[in-house]
Structure formats: structure tokens, C-alpha cells
């Protein structure tokens, strides 16, 4: 099962950011998504598609149907900036898989 | 808190061994599913294996079935990942998570550092 992010998104500050990932029916699947800021770990910012854990900002929503999982960010600040990867569980080869990740770029 | 902090990393040639800990408090370990993944440098996250709270269920990624073996130590809070025939490909930076089941992967360690190189 391959989950599929664009490698990169750019936006301006205040602007909106979506980024997507790509599977066959990943609509009926949970997907959960981390940020990674470079030498940190990485911190779960959405689970089950769209419920954020504590200290997550509003400003951050999911949306999973079809074929595509979509994490938003809204009102985009610089420390924003980060990589984000989306994951989910596949049934059949009883594995979790990570999407290659999503660079994001605050301009 | 919830803490999880790795240790074990290193240097190895490769076809070696290296056994990683990871040491967990802050919850009662034995009710949570704990998982490694690893980040080769450069690289995004690769999940490597899942241990259930009581050893059961267990998986593993395609890429270390056979040689990688996760455990856990219940009584001492502890999981555990024996790596064996130890690959170039292998390198990366190995993250203790706990999470699995009907948990997301909420908690994350700092890291430690594997580096397979003759």
C-alpha cells in the first residue's frame, strides 16, 4: 500500500496549505499525520483524520474521502515550516505506512 | 510526562549486531503497543516493527523481517530491537514510538543513531 505527498508545498504567511495524500480508498482507512521540524522528532499534529491532539492549533483540520487524505493549514506562519507525513495502517500486509513526506515552505 | 529516551546506538561493520533500548515512563507501559521506526539521514520515516502490550501481536517492515527482532520487558518499562546482519541501508536514525492498535503514534523518543559502515 503506497501513500503518495507531494515532496513540496510553498505558501505565504496567511495564506492556506493544503497537503494531500494519495491512496487506493484511503477514505475508509484512519489516517494520522506528524510535522517534523529538521532535528526534532516527529510530533503527531492529526489523528483518525481529523481530531487534533492537545496543543495542536485550530488552524490545523483534516479531511479524509476517496482517494485522498487532506491535512490544511490555515493562516500559514513561519514556524509552520516544516515536513509533514501522513500514515495509516494497511489490513492486508499488516503494516503502517508513511507517506515520503511533504516539505513545506512558508515564503 | 511521558518519556521515552533510546540508547544503544553506534557504529557497526557491516553483517554486525546492535541491540537498542528504549526506556519508558510516564504511563503503565504494559497497556500500550510500542513501535520503532526509523529515519535514514536525509531521508523520510520508515516504520520498522510494532509490539503489542503483552508481545502479541507482532510485525515487522519487509525490509528487517528475519533480522530484527523486537521485545519487551514488561517489569522494567523497556523495548527493546536486536538487530542482526546488519546492512549499509540499515543506517538511520531509530525512533522509539509508542502507538499502535487504536493509538495513534503519539509519543516519540529523541532518537538513536545507527550507523552501519565497514
Known amino acids: 500500500y503506497v501513500l503518495t505527498q507531494p515532496p513540496s508545498v510553498s505558501v505565504a504567511p496567511g495564506q492556506t496549505a493544503r497537503i494531500t495524500c494519495g491512496a487506493d480508498n484511503i477514505g475508509s482507512k484512519s489516517v494520522h499525520w506528524f510535522q517534523q521540524k529538521p532535528g526534532q522528532a516527529p510530533v503527531l499534529v492529526m489523528s483518525f483524520g481529523s481530531d487534533r491532539p492537545s496543543g495542536i492549533p485550530e488552524r490545523l483540520s483534516g479531511f479524509n474521502s476517496g482517494n485522498t487524505a487532506t491535512l490544511t493549514i490555515s493562516s500559514v506562519e513561519a514556524g509552520d515550516e516544516a515536513d509533514y507525513y501522513c500514515q495509516v495502517w494497511d489490513n492486508r500486509s499488516e503494516h503502517w505506512v508513511f507517506g515520503g513526506g511533504t516539505k513545506l515552505t512558508v515564503l | 510526562e511521558v518519556q521515552l529516551v533510546e540508547s544503544g546506538g553506534g557504529l557497526v561493520t557491516p553483517g554486525g549486531s546492535l541491540r537498542l533500548s528504549c526506556a519508558a515512563s510516564?504511563?503503565?507501559?504494559?497497556?500500550?503497543?510500542m513501535n520503532w521506526v526509523r529515519q535514514a539521514p536525509g531521508k523520510g520515516l520508515e516504520w520498522v516493527s510494532s509490539?503489542?502490550?503483552?508481545?502479541?501481536?507482532?510485525y515487522y517492515a519487509d525490509s528487517v523481517k528475519g533480522r530484527f527482532t523486537i521485545s519487551r520487558d514488561n517489569a522494567k518499562s523497556s523495548l527493546y530491537l536486536q538487530m542482526s546482519s546488519l546492512r549499509v541501508e540499515d543506517t538511520a536514525l531509530y525512533f522509539c514510538?509508542?502507538?499502535?492498535?487504536?493509538?495513534?503514534?503519539?509519543?516519540w523518543g529523541q532518537g538513536t543513531l545507527v550507523t552501519v559502515s565497514s
Open positions: 509490539l503489542g502490550g503483552r508481545s502479541q501481536p507482532m
Open positions: 510516564g504511563f503503565t507501559f504494559s497497556t500500550y503497543a
Open positions: 514510538v509508542r502507538g499502535g492498535g487504536d493509538q495513534p503514534f503519539h509519543y
